[in-house]
């Protein structure tokens, strides 16, 4: 099987889409319900399948290392999603990205932090990358992952 314009795209990026990362509890990763596609949460995973960042936003990761860990974050969640349907090209449209960041008290630049997750989608797959997002602080996620994002995906 060939990569998909959308992945060639991520590689002209210098982005690595990797397998999808194994979920941390009793779930899976992505479901197709008719021509959406509901993501679980995804951290940020390196290409080995661990965790590239641990800690509060603010405090132990810089704002910068933030926005790298929501593109890997998205990245995981885009290999989750190739995983469940196949290819790529047949999104036809991110929905929704919902993200939160483990932020330190007083760090209030989460769509700061979430806009590296959607610059790198809009860059991907052009207008069809453009969504609808939420970016939420809060103080704790599983792991001490610093980001964590979700995704809805339509399909063609």
């Not at 960042?53 to 290392?65: C, D, K, L, S």
């Not at 052009?126 to 339509?154: D, Y």
């Amino acid at each position: 099987m060939s990569a998909s314009d959308v992945e060639r795209r991520l590689v002209e990026l210098g982005c690595e889409l990797g397998s999808s990362p194994a979920p941390l509890g009793h779930y899976v990763r992505a479901v197709r319900t008719g021509d959406l596609v509901f993501t679980a949460g995804h951290g940020p995973m390196d290409a080995s399948g661990e965790l590239a960042f641990r800690g509060q936003v603010g405090a132990e990761v810089t704002p910068e290392e933030a926005r790298r860990a929501a593109q890997l974050c998205a990245l995981a969640c885009l290999a989750s999603v190739r995983d469940a349907v196949g290819d790529l090209d047949r999104v036809a449209r991110v929905v929704k990205l919902l993200g939160f960041v483990n932020c330190a008290p007083g760090f209030t630049a989460t769509s700061a932090v979430v806009d590296g997750a959607s610059e790198l989608l809009e860059a991907a797959f052009g207008e069809r990358g453009v969504h609808a997002r939420s970016a939420i602080g809060t103080s704790i996620l599983p792991l001490n992952m610093p980001v964590e994002l979700e995704m809805v995906l339509a399909l063609r």
